[in-house]
């Protein structure tokens, strides 16, 4: 994904940015990134990109399946009975 750092930003406009990004529930990237792309009149596809980190949090998962986890109980049971 491009990257975009912006050199000299006056203070009153980062401190504007950040109050924006409080109001929103956003980072302060998350909400230049809002702005920019209003201004363009560039679509923000929020649904895909939840969908895309659905499905690589399903993958991933589907990854970790293939260990399973000893049953804790299990595990203090048999050391009790030690």
């Given amino acids: 994904?491009?990257?975009l750092q912006v050199r000299d930003l006056p203070?009153?406009?980062y401190q504007m940015l950040k109050q924006q990004a409080r109001r929103e529930r956003r980072t302060i990237a998350?909400?230049?990134i809002?702005?920019?792309a209003r201004e363009v009149k560039a679509p923000l596809d929020a649904k895909k990109r939840r969908?895309?980190?659905l499905?690589?949090?399903q993958?991933?998962?589907k990854a970790l399946e293939?260990?399973?986890l000893t049953d804790p109980v299990r595990v203090i049971r048999e050391d009790r009975n030690r």
């Fill in 11 to 13: 203070e009153a406009i």
């Fill in 66 to 68: 293939a260990y399973k």
């Fill in 51 to 53: 969908r895309e980190i």
């Fill in 1 to 3: 994904m491009p990257s």
């Fill in 34 to 36: 809002a702005i920019l």
């Fill in 55 to 57: 499905d690589l949090l």
């Fill in 30 to 32: 998350q909400q230049a």
């Fill in 59 to 61: 993958t991933k998962a």
